[in-house]
């Protein structure tokens, strides 16, 4: 059973960071390619960030490129979301999600795993 739990949501002011952090219990981290997807209230989920299994590539969404920086630590089955500076534009529900896909996972469906998601409000 993998189980993936995200923590580090809150409300924040517009300006602020904020980290995510998506914890893998499985012990097989590293098999995974990792993206974190949001979801804002009224529209539908996108992939803002994602990286490879060994850090080698990562990708991000217009929206976020050159504020957010994924990067993950396989020793600790832990992928992060570093978001700065923050807009009201990025309040959503963050979720993270894991995928065995061994090409680059660029849609929704190619993520087997999901966490329960957490919210990031940003305050104008």
């Known amino acids: 059973q993998v189980s993936l739990v995200e923590s580090g949501g809150g409300l924040v002011q517009v300006g602020d960071s904020l980290t995510l952090s998506c914890v893998v219990f499985?012990?097989?981290?590293?098999?995974?390619?990792m993206a974190w997807i949001r979801q804002a209230s009224g529209k539908e989920r996108e992939i803002v960030a994602r990286?490879?299994?060994?850090?080698?590539?990562?990708y991000y969404s217009t929206s976020v490129e050159g504020r957010f920086t994924i990067y993950r630590d396989n020793a600790k089955n832990t992928v992060y979301l570093h978001m700065s500076p923050l807009e009201p534009e990025d309040t959503a529900v963050y979720y993270c999600?894991?995928?065995?896909?061994?090409?680059?996972?660029?849609?929704?469906?190619?993520?087997?795993?999901w966490g329960q998601g957490t919210q990031v409000t940003v305050s104008s």
């Open positions: 999600a894991a995928s065995q896909q061994f090409d680059p996972a660029t849609h929704l469906s190619a993520y087997e795993y």
């Open positions: 499985d012990g097989t981290f590293r098999k995974y390619q």
């Open positions: 990286i490879s299994r060994g850090s080698y590539r990562s």
